[in-house]
């Protein structure tokens, strides 16, 4: 950046007219990997050389066609340009278009497969099929179920048949009969999401690559490591399996934006659109975004991509954080996140520039002063506007990654370290990635993006080639996907659940193994579809046998213990009772038997935390008497005791009456509550209902 400073006059000095160039520098625009494959977007002609054909000597390019056939000729046209192709190429940018469709409707057959196998789901009935679902899933259904009750109220149509045909194997979404069924509309709408996103992913592989080969790659990959990428086979209505497809939509637009020469209006939009949509049904999005505009701040920092664009994308994230703060009812998280510290600073580090630039010092400390101005500003800033604000619904989260480095424990983030999925990483994975050669393929491209990012660092850190950086700092969007995959890789190692980021990206990474900007070296000497072909051969050996265990899998869901409980809870108790137990068990109360709770399963909110702590202390070591005091504070009816809650523990430390000993101490060596309560309710209970998983507490009030 100051050495751009400070040769700002010599770039705008005028020059001699040259004649126009036969080829364009190495980096900037090297040959496709076909005839007709998409490739980088190039850049207008200048007006130098539209000068120069008009001259004698000199022949003009001859016009291209104007856009025929209607709406689908425009379509072709603007997805042409987008993907990077060729007027004369919008045969093959059908091609690509159809071979999406196809990665779409594969991918969600495979997904509706292994989901009917592992639950059989078409032939549950309309409680079986809620009860199948658990945490927060049931949450988001009975959210649903609401909204279809205020629709009927005010005359709104939600009757709509999903059934095609009738007979034996149908499929999840064949058997759906109408909207009014909560748990069949998500798992339809989840699979289709899901469809969609693998179409993107192969635009997406073929976009970075600048080949459908690229694009082949990518899907495969997915498919090969199913497991690791996603669980919406298992889990269908997680609120990761809503946002994710929009991550996808998100960052196949900052890739475009990143590419382009002249970045319009619409690629904005849609950016910010897909923010929104991302953003909305989940928690952790604000923090995949967080690494998101550092990536791309890192790669403006080093000179990679201009002010200017990244000041858009910065404004479409404010933006669209603006929009996801009102849609979500005023969610004050949100606006005092470390993702929204992060836009503020980053947005003020670019209105400094100029005073950045009168530093004296080398180019070096001067991407260290930014990125220390970055850290301990986002820091800081967030620190202040959650004291000021009062605000700590996500102080969980810093807590939790506290504990990640620091013998730091507390309820809360036991809670989550104790669970499988929020502990780190565990030592199979990278074994699992590498036996599919998903990890050597990954290393050997992002080696062969460091190693262009070191050439370009030093070419400026000793400064001896720095009248040429304009030429070399190109293809920013490389630079970026190689940082936001060291990003993915630190939150799928620490926690475990994260690894849903990391594995597609490793998939889409993968892709630019058949990139010549990266391997043209490679395909000068052996053609790239035989080096392509070769690596998905090797891959195959153990992604076939993956994908033959899961289609192996297959099982019945059965939950006869809950099932009796709920149809207890809907024909024995009063419509206005209140419930407090487990918050997987209260979410399943919400949804099935349509009660009254007082916890349930989304976490990111302080007063529900609290509310959690206190319905828990049933498992701790304290006095009957004590708990259900602070019990009818909350107003509760009756306590769902489940005996396993007492007694299972996924490692050690990790039982509840052990979480409860860190926490409150004073009543370490006590009998837990449990299972006195189990053997006898009395005094301060009454038992209601009991079978041989759960027991139901009557509340005596005094």
């Not at 190495?26 to 120069?52: C, H, T, W, Y």
């Not at 690559?209 to 990518?218: A, D, K």
């Not at 807590?399 to 730091?408: R, V």
């Not at 304290?622 to 509760?636: I, T």
Request: aromatic letters at 12%.
């Amino acid at each position: 950046m100051v050495l751009q400073a400070r040769n700002k006059h010599r770039e705008a000095a005028p020059k001699p007219p040259q004649p126009p160039r036969a080829s364009q520098s190495p980096l900037r625009g090297a040959p496709d990997v076909g005839a007709g494959e998409p490739g980088p977007e190039r850049a207008p002609p200048s007006p130098r050389r539209k000068g120069a054909a008009g001259r004698k000597g000199l022949r003009a390019e001859p016009a291209a066609p104007p856009a025929g056939g209607g709406l689908g000729g425009r379509l072709a046209a603007r997805l042409s340009g987008a993907l990077g192709l060729r007027r004369s190429g919008r045969g093959r940018t059908w091609t690509t278009l159809l071979l999406a469709a196809f990665a779409a409707v594969l991918h969600w057959s495979h997904i509706t497969h292994l989901f009917e196998n592992d639950r059989h789901f078409s032939h549950l009935s309309t409680l079986e099929r809620e009860m199948a679902f658990r945490t927060e899933m049931v949450i988001l259904a009975s959210w649903y179920r609401i909204y279809i009750k205020i629709m009927d109220l005010i005359g709104i149509q939600t009757k709509i048949c999903w059934t095609v045909t009738r007979g034996e194997g149908l499929s999840p979404i064949e058997s759906c009969e109408g909207l009014g069924d909560p748990a069949c509309f998500y798992v339809a709408v989840i699979f289709i999401l899901n469809g969609l996103m693998m179409a993107l992913f192969f635009i997406y592989g073929t976009y970075l690559s600048g080949s459908r080969l690229g694009g082949l790659v990518t899907v495969l990959c997915f498919f090969f490591n199913h497991g690791e990428c996603t669980r919406v086979m298992w889990t269908p209505p997680l609120r990761e399996s809503f946002s994710y497809p929009f991550l996808v939509l998100q960052m196949l637009l900052v890739t475009h934006i990143l590419r382009a020469t002249k970045v319009y209006r619409g690629s904005l939009i849609a950016l910010c659109i897909s923010n929104v949509f991302f953003m909305l049904p989940w928690q952790f999005a604000q923090f995949v975004l967080l690494t998101q505009i550092a990536s791309l701040f890192a790669v403006y920092v080093v000179g990679y991509i201009d002010i200017c664009k990244l000041r858009k994308i910065i404004y479409m994230h404010m933006i669209s954080l603006a929009l996801c703060f009102v849609l979500m009812f005023g969610n004050s998280m949100l606006l005092t996140s470390y993702y929204a510290s992060s836009l503020v600073i980053i947005w003020g580090l670019l209105a400094m520039k100029p005073h950045f630039l009168k530093i004296n010092v080398s180019e070096l400390s001067l991407w260290v002063i930014q990125g220390c101005f970055w850290l301990f500003g986002t820091v800081i800033l967030k620190y202040l506007t959650s004291k000021i604000f009062g605000i700590a619904d996500d102080a969980h989260i810093g807590n939790l990654l506290t504990s990640k480095f620091f013998s730091y424990k507390d309820f809360d983030t036991l809670l989550y370290t104790c669970a499988a999925e929020f502990d780190f990483m565990e030592k199979e994975t990278p074994l699992r990635y590498t036996k599919t050669l998903l990890l050597p393929v990954v290393l050997v491209v992002f080696i062969a993006i460091i190693r262009k990012i070191i050439s370009d660092m030093w070419s400026v850190l000793t400064k001896q080639q720095a009248h040429i950086r304009k030429h070399q700092f190109d293809h920013g969007e490389l630079v970026y996907h190689a940082l936001q995959l060291l990003a993915y890789t630190v939150l799928g190692v620490l926690i475990m659940r994260l690894k849903l980021f990391l594995t597609p990206h490793m998939c889409v990474m993968a892709s630019l193994i058949c990139s010549r900007q990266l391997f043209g070296w490679l395909f000068c000497k052996v053609h790239p579809g035989a080096v392509v072909f070769a690596v998905l051969a090797a891959m195959s050996i153990q992604g076939s046998a993956n994908l033959q265990t899961q289609w192996n899998i297959v099982g019945e869901f059965s939950n006869l213990p809950q099932e009796e409980l709920i149809e207890w809870i809907k024909y024995s108790t009063k419509p206005d009772a209140v419930f407090a137990g487990a918050m997987p068990t209260m979410a399943s109360v919400k949804l099935s038997a349509l009660r009254p709770i007082v916890n349930h399963p989304h976490y990111e909110d302080a007063g529900l935390r609290a509310r959690t702590k206190i319905v828990y202390s049933m498992y701790s070591r304290k006095a009957a008497e004590e708990v259900k005091r602070e019990l009818m504070k909350l107003q509760v009816n009756y306590y769902i005791l489940e005996e396993s809650w007492c007694i299972r523990r996924s490692k050690p430390g990790c039982s509840m009456p052990e979480i409860w000993d860190v926490e409150d101490p004073a009543n370490a060596g006590k009998p837990p509550l449990c299972n006195i309560l189990v053997k006898e309710s009395k005094p301060h209970f009454t038992t209601v209902f009991q079978n041989s998983v759960y027991k139901v507490l009557e509340v005596i009030e005094e």
